[in-house]
C-alpha cells in the first residue's frame, strides 16, 4: 500500500500566544512539526510526505524532517489562507501512484504510528476514516453566555487527526466543497460517502491554547516514553 501523508502545518501561533508560527514553536528541544514527522517517517505505507507551512519557513520544515530522519519524499508547500486551503493546496503535489491520502494537524505531535497505520486500513475498506474519541463532557448550548440547554452526548464523537481517504474521494470532495470546513472528513460527508471511525486517544489533543502547550511540555518532561520515542 502506497500513502502520501499532508501534515498542515501552515497555522499562525497567535491563539497560542506566539509570534512564531505554531508548527515551529518548541517542544521539548524540537520544533512541534518534528513530531509528527517523526512518527510518520518511520510507517513502511508512507511514500511521501507534503508539509503546507507558512512563506518562509521552508529550511526550518527541512531542518525538522533531517532531524526526524525524514527518508521518503518531502515536498513543501506554502499554506492557504484557511486549513481547507492549505490542504487543497497540499493534494495538488501528491503522487498519482498514491492509492490513501492522510491528513495530519501538525498541532497533534502525540498521535501514536497506530492511529496512522489503522486510518489507512480503514480508508481502505470504507473510502474514508478519521480517528476520534467519545464526548465525555456534559453538553450545553449557551446564548449570550447564558445555559439555554443540556444536548445529549450519546452517539457523539471529537474528531482528530489522522484522517485517511481514498485519493480519489478526497480530491472530488475539495473541488466540490465550498464550505469553509474545520476538517477534511466534513467535505467528504458533503459527497454523501461513509466515514469509518478508529478509535483515537486522549492523549492525541490539538494544541491550541498556552495552557496546551504547558501539558505538552510536562508530557515531554515527564514521561519517560515519550522522552524515549522523540529523543
Do not use: W
Not at 501552515?10 to 512518527?39: C, D, I, M, N
Not at 513543501?76 to 494537524?105: K, P
Not at 465550498?178 to 489533543?205: H, K, W, Y
Amino acid at each position: 500500500m502506497r500513502a502520501s501523508a499532508i501534515i498542515v502545518a501552515a497555522g499562525t501561533g497567535v491563539r497560542l500566544g506566539h509570534s512564531e508560527p505554531k508548527a515551529f514553536v518548541q517542544l521539548g528541544t524540537v520544533p512541534l512539526l518534528y513530531y509528527s514527522l517523526r512518527t510518520l517517517r518511520a510507517l513502511s505505507a508512507i511514500g511521501e510526505i507534503i508539509v503546507a507551512i507558512p512563506h518562509g519557513k521552508e529550511a526550518d520544515a527541512r531542518s525538522a524532517a533531517q532531524r526526524a530522519g525524514v527518508d521518503v519524499p518531502l515536498k513543501l508547500v506554502t499554506g492557504g489562507a484557511e486549513r481547507q486551503d492549505s490542504v487543497r493546496l497540499a493534494l495538488s503535489m501528491v503522487s498519482a501512484e498514491s492509492v490513501v491520502i492522510l491528513v495530519h494537524d501538525a498541532a497533534r505531535p502525540f498521535a501514536a504510528a497506530r492511529l496512522f497505520t489503522d486510518c489507512i486500513a480503514a480508508a481502505v475498506r470504507s473510502g474514508g476514516a478519521i480517528a476520534a474519541i467519545p464526548v465525555a463532557d456534559t453538553l450545553k448550548e449557551a446564548q449570550h453566555n447564558i445555559v439555554i440547554a443540556t444536548r445529549a452526548r450519546d452517539g457523539l464523537v471529537a474528531a482528530q487527526t489522522p484522517q485517511a481517504f481514498r485519493r480519489e474521494l478526497l480530491i472530488a470532495a475539495h473541488a466540490a466543497g465550498s464550505t469553509r470546513a474545520t476538517d477534511d472528513a466534513f467535505l467528504v460527508e458533503q459527497l454523501g460517502a461513509p466515514i469509518e471511525i478508529v478509535a483515537g486517544s486522549t492523549l492525541n489533543f490539538k494544541i491550541t491554547t498556552p495552557d496546551d502547550l504547558r501539558l505538552a511540555r510536562a508530557l515531554i518532561a515527564s514521561d519517560s516514553l515519550l522522552s524515549r520515542q522523540f529523543d
